[in-house]
């Protein structure tokens, strides 16, 4: 998952574009899915692509699924939620629900691609606070470096963006 919605425009008129938070996501949720299908892989567990709205407002989306899953959440075996993924100054891979089996098979596919990685406990979270709430295993990654620039700014643009970090967030992501 990875959620489409950021803030808009200000009063003043000012455009919050939100290309890392989080069209960076979506970015990389959709090329996973374009590669899987370019390869023609069929993985052995059915794999729903979804990309949330309303993050910023509180979730509304991701909660929404989780009240009205087209799966049952019982059979939901984890959710991965691509959020902020292709800009890092320090260049470590922030992953919380890293206690959970998403988050151990990512930092495995992080360790195979040789992507750092770190644990963080988010106040507040991503759409994954949706379903660990639901006690499905869930994990969000996102390039952290402490304080990330641009967050909720006008200044959050396409040119801001590491296309490698997005790249790594995307491999890591599609292989585990």
Sequence with gaps: ???????????????????????????????????WQAAGFVPDTTVLFAAWDSEEQGLFGAIHYVQNPRYPLSATIGMIQLDMVALASAGVMTLDGLDNLVGRQLQASA???????GKVGFQGGS???????????????IWDSGEVPYYHTPADTPATLQPERLRQAGAMTSHA
């Design 1 to 35: 998952g990875a959620h489409y919605d950021h803030l808009g425009t200000d009063a003043n008129g000012d455009l919050y574009a939100g290309a890392h938070d989080d069209a960076s996501g979506v970015a990389a949720l959709l090329e996973i899915a374009r590669t």
């Design 111 to 117: 360790a195979l691609f040789d992507v750092p990685t």
């Design 127 to 141: 759409d994954h606070a949706a379903f660990q709430q639901a006690d499905v295993a869930a994990s969000v990654l």
